[in-house]
């Protein structure tokens, strides 16, 4: 807004001078990623472990195969695939993690453990 003498007052140069924020399109945009799915396998695990070290996080996966444990005092697990992560990659899967079961429990029902 001008003044009385056509000069821009104070408030309206600042508001004038700062940078439009870029589109919300265009924040975040990159490369589209493409699922190839074609060297995939898949496995059933309902055990699983996390080792780590400085530089890396392995997660180990198997199978429980020792259905009835009573009066055994070994339990079997196959391990069937191990995967390695770096400490990132892994801080990302948690957080990925978290959201699906959040949103599990929304639509099914809280997950006793």
Known sequence: ???KTGKQTASQSKA???PEPPPQAQLGAG????????????????VVNVLAT?????LLFGA???WNAQGSDELVVRLSDRIVLSPFAA????????R??????ARFGKLET
């Open 1 to 3: 807004m001008n003044d």
């Open 16 to 18: 004038s001078d700062a």
């Open 31 to 46: 490369p589209k990623v493409v699922w190839d799915d074609s060297n995939m396998s898949s496995s059933f695990a309902n």
């Open 54 to 58: 400085r530089e890396e996080m392995t």
């Open 64 to 66: 429980n195969q020792t």
């Open 91 to 98: 801080k990302r899967l948690s957080i990925l993690l978290e």
């Open 100 to 105: 699906r079961v959040k949103e599990y429990e």
